[in-house]
C-alpha cells in the first residue's frame, strides 16, 4: 500500500515545444486576431458589456455621464495599459533596428540579394527580440473597443427613440435601469453628448469639440512620433503623414457623431499623452518646427 | 531549414505568390514598399471600417405616419411625403426650404420623422427634428410647379431649443407642441398666413437631475386641460385657459407612450416602471392599476372599456394587454408576441392589430392572436393607422416605407411603388 505522502521523484521540467515554425510571436499573432474574431463574432455581447459598464459607472459618478465617459476611458486606458506599453516598446525597437548600424551594413551588402536581405532581417529580428508586428496588434486589439463605443454611447443616453429602445435590449436586468432612464446627457456646455456638439459663437455654429479632437490628436501624434536619425526614412514619412492624417479623420468623424465620443477621444489623447511621459517617451520638441529630428532617449 | 522559396504565405521566407518577404521591412527592396503600403492601406481600412461600422447605430428613429382620410403623410427622414391611401402615389413632398449652392454649405441637415398633423385649414404641421428645429405649416392646395410638387410654406416656427419628437395638438385655435427641450410651444394657428411666434411657453418643470423633461410624445386634452408625459418619468396636468400646472406626478419610471383618457373619464398612463397607472384627472390622485412584464412604451388605445397596449421585455419579446377598465381586470392572459412592442395598436371592427418590431402584424381577438401579416424584412415601430378602405403599416431597413394592406391583411400597395 502506498502512501499518499510517498516522495516521487519529480521529472525534469521541459520546456514546452512549440510546433516546426512557430513561435512565441506567432502565437501571441494567432491569440490576437482569434480575440478580435471572438469580439466580432460576440458583437451584441461586446457592446451589452460595455454598454452596462457604462451605466455602473454612471451610476456610482452621481449621475453625470460626461464624467462615467472619462472614467470608462481611464478603465480602458488602465486595461490596455500593458498593451500600450508594448506597442510603444515595439515601435521604439522597430526604430532602433531602422538605425542599427548592423542592419544598415546589411542592407548595403545584400543591396541585390532581397531573399538574402530578408533572411538577414529575421535572423536580426530573433537575435534582438523584435516582433515586426509589435507595434500593431496591440492597436488592433483596441479596434473593437473603438467600434462598440460608438453605439454604447449612442444607446446609454438614449438621446432618441431608437437608441433607447434598443438600450433595452443590451441593459442587464440586475442594474434595474427603469428610475435611471434616461441618463442625464448634458455635460459642460454641451446639451446632449449623444449628439454632435455645436456652440454658436456669434452667429456661427463652431464644433468645439471636435476641434478639440483634432489638436489633441495632432499633439498626441506628434509628441509621441518615434524619433528618427532619419527623417527621410519611409517610416519616418509615414509617421510624419499619420501625424497629419489622423487629427484630420477625427476632427471629421467627431463633427458628425456623438459629442461624447469626442469626450472619449480627447481624454484617450490626454491620457496617451500622460503614459507616454510616464515612460519617458514624450519628445516635446517635436511641437517645434525644428525639432522633428530630435531624438530623446527613454528612461529604463 | 525551411525553403527559402515558398508558395505559402510565412513570416521570413520569400513568398513566390506575393513576391516580397512579410515581415521583412528595407528601405531598399520592393519588399518594404509593399509593407509601407500594406501599412497605409490597414490604416486606411481601419479609419473607413470605423466610419461604417459607426453607421451601424442604423436610423435615428422610426417614421411618423398620419392621416386625413384620403391622403396619408409620412415623414421617412429626408422628407415627409402626402400618399394617395387609395393607389399609393405620391402626391406632393417636403424636404424643407430650398438651398443651393453656396448657402447649402454648412446647414444642419433635416429629419423628418414626426407625424405630421392637418389642422381644419387644410395645412400639414410638419416639424423638422433635425438641428434647426424648425416646424412648418405648409399648404398642400398651394403648389406652384405641378410638375415639382411641393407645397408652399405658410408659416415656419424656429424658436425650440431641442429635437421634435412628439406630434403637436391642435386644442381650438392653438397648437401645442411639446419639445425635448422640456418646453410646451403654444402657437397660435388663427392667422398662420404670416410668421408666427410662440404666444405663450410652458416650461413644466425640470427634469430629474435638474435637466429639461424630454417631451417625446403628444398630450391629450379634454378641452380643458391638457395632459402632457415625459420621458423624465412626469404626468402633468395644465390648465388650458391659464396655462398653469394644475398637478405633476412622478412614476419613478421614463414614459416615451403618452396618456390616454379612458371611457371612465380616467387618465391611464404606463410607464417603464412596467405599471399601468390611472389618473384622476381633476385632482391628480393615481394608483397602479396592473403589472406588466416589461417597459411599456406606446401609449395604450382606449376603446369603450376596453384598453389596449404593448410591453417590451429585453430578450423575451413583448406582450399584448387587453385591460378592462370598468372590472379593473385583464380580459384575458397577455398574448406573447415574438418582439417588442412599441407601437400602439389599432382597433379595427373585428379584433385588435398589433405591430411588432420584428415587422409582423397580428391580429388578435377574443380567441387568440393570428398572424395577419409578415414582411420579408424591415422593423415596425411606428403604430398603423387606417385610411380610407387601406391599414398602412410603416417599416424602417425594409425595401418600402409603407405597405397598405387590405382588410385580410394581403398587401394592396407600397411605398415606393414597384418595390
Known amino acids: ?300 | 531549414m525551411a525553403p527559402l522559396r515558398d508558395r505559402r504565405w510565412r513570416p521570413g521566407v520569400y513568398c513566390a505568390v506575393i513576391r516580397s518577404t512579410p515581415g521583412a521591412m528595407t528601405p531598399f527592396d520592393r519588399s518594404t514598399i509593399f509593407s509601407m503600403r500594406k501599412k497605409i492601406l490597414l490604416v486606411a481600412v481601419s479609419l473607413l471600417a470605423v466610419v461604417l461600422l459607426s453607421g451601424c447605430t442604423g436610423s435615428t428613429t422610426w417614421f411618423g405616419l398620419s392621416t386625413s382620410g384620403d391622403v396619408a403623410y409620412l415623414a421617412n427622414n429626408t422628407a415627409v411625403h402626402a400618399i394617395d391611401v387609395k393607389t399609393g402615389a405620391e402626391l406632393w413632398s417636403f424636404s424643407g426650404e430650398a438651398s443651393s449652392g453656396i448657402f447649402s454649405f454648412g446647414k444642419s441637415p433635416k429629419l423628418f420623422v414626426v407625424s405630421p398633423i392637418v389642422t381644419a385649414d387644410g395645412l400639414v404641421i410638419i416639424s423638422n427634428s433635425g438641428n434647426d428645429h424648425d416646424m412648418y405649416a405648409v399648404n398642400p392646395k398651394d403648389i406652384p410647379d405641378p410638375q415639382k410638387p411641393i407645397p408652399n410654406i405658410v408659416w415656419k416656427f424656429t424658436n425650440a431649443k431641442g429635437h421634435w419628437i412628439a406630434a403637436p395638438l391642435i386644442v381650438g385655435d392653438h397648437l401645442f407642441a411639446p419639445n425635448s427641450d422640456g418646453k410646451i410651444y403654444v402657437l397660435d394657428l388663427k392667422d398662420g398666413q404670416s410668421v408666427k411666434t410662440a404666444i405663450k411657453i410652458i416650461e413644466p418643470f425640470k427634469g430629474i437631475d435638474g435637466q429639461p423633461g424630454r417631451l417625446w410624445t403628444q398630450p391629450v386634452s379634454d378641452g380643458k386641460r391638457l395632459y402632457v408625459t415625459s420621458l423624465d418619468h412626469s404626468v402633468f396636468a395644465i390648465d388650458l385657459e391659464t396655462y398653469e400646472i394644475v398637478w405633476h406626478k412622478d412614476l419613478g419610471g421614463a414614459i416615451p407612450g403618452g396618456p390616454v383618457l379612458g371611457s371612465d373619464g380616467m387618465l391611464y398612463v404606463g410607464s417603464f416602471a412596467k405599471q399601468l397607472e390611472r389618473f384622476d384627472p381633476a385632482t391628480g390622485e393615481h394608483k397602479p392599476v396592473l403589472d406588466t412584464n416589461g417597459w411599456i412604451w406606446g401609449t395604450p388605445v382606449a376603446d369603450g372599456d376596453n384598453l389596449y397596449f404593448g410591453d417590451i421585455v429585453s430578450g423575451v419579446g413583448g406582450y399584448f394587454y387587453s385591460y378592462n377598465t370598468k372590472t379593473g381586470k385583464l380580459n384575458s392572459d397577455p398574448v406573447k408576441l415574438d418582439s417588442e412592442i412599441t407601437a400602439s395598436p389599432l382597433v379595427l371592427p373585428d379584433h385588435i392589430l398589433v405591430a411588432t418590431e420584428a415587422g409582423k402584424v397580428y391580429a388578435i381577438n377574443a380567441e387568440g392572436s393570428t398572424l395577419w401579416f409578415e414582411p420579408t424584412k424591415g422593423k415596425e415601430y411606428t403604430t398603423p393607422i387606417v385610411a380610407g378602405d387601406s391599414v398602412l403599416v410603416s417599416y424602417i431597413e425594409s425595401d418600402y416605407y409603407l405597405i397598405a394592406l387590405d382588410n385580410n391583411g394581403h398587401k394592396k400597395w407600397t411605398f415606393p411603388a414597384g418595390k
Open chain 1, 1 to 300: 500500500m502506498k502512501h499518499t505522502n510517498d516522495k516521487t521523484p519529480a521529472l525534469p521540467t521541459q520546456p514546452v515545444q512549440l510546433p516546426q515554425g512557430f513561435s512565441t510571436e506567432t502565437i501571441k499573432t494567432i491569440a490576437v486576431v482569434g480575440l478580435l474574431v471572438l469580439a466580432f463574432a460576440n458583437w451584441s455581447s461586446v457592446i451589452g458589456i460595455m454598454v452596462n459598464a457604462m451605466i455602473f459607472i454612471y451610476r456610482i459618478v452621481g449621475h453625470n455621464f460626461g464624467i462615467a465617459i472619462i472614467l470608462f476611458t481611464i478603465l480602458i486606458r488602465v486595461i490596455t495599459w500593458p498593451l500600450n506599453a508594448q506597442q510603444m516598446k515595439g515601435a521604439s525597437a522597430m526604430q532602433e533596428f531602422q538605425n542599427d548600424k548592423e542592419w544598415q551594413a546589411i542592407q548595403k551588402k545584400y543591396a541585390k540579394d532581397k531573399e538574402k536581405l530578408a533572411q538577414e532581417q529575421m535572423r536580426i529580428y530573433r537575435e534582438k527580440g523584435i516582433n515586426p508586428f509589435g507595434s500593431c496588434l496591440p492597436t488592433l486589439i483596441q479596434f473593437p473597443i473603438l467600434f462598440a463605443l460608438i453605439p454604447t454611447i449612442t444607446y446609454a443616453i438614449g438621446s432618441t427613440p431608437l437608441s433607447l429602445l434598443k438600450l433595452s435590449s443590451y441593459v442587464y436586468q440586475f442594474q434595474n435601469v427603469a428610475s435611471l432612464l434616461p441618463l442625464k446627457s448634458n455635460f459642460l456646455w454641451m446639451a446632449d453628448l449623444g449628439l454632435p456638439e455645436r456652440t454658436t459663437l456669434f452667429g456661427f455654429a463652431i464644433p468645439i469639440l471636435a476641434i478639440i479632437v483634432g489638436l489633441t490628436t495632432y499633439v498626441q501624434t506628434k509628441l509621441t512620433m518615434p524619433p528618427s536619425a532619419d527623417p527621410n526614412d519611409q517610416a519616418a514619412q509615414t509617421s510624419k503623414m499619420m501625424g497629419l492624417y489622423m487629427p484630420v479623420m477625427l476632427f471629421f468623424f467627431s463633427l458628425n457623431y456623438a459629442s461624447g465620443l469626442a469626450v472619449y477621444f480627447i481624454t484617450s489623447n490626454l491620457l496617451a499623452i500622460a503614459q507616454y511621459s510616464m515612460m519617458g517617451r514624450v519628445n516635446w520638441r517635436n511641437l517645434l518646427p525644428s525639432g522633428q529630428s530630435q531624438v530623446q532617449k527613454p528612461k529604463k
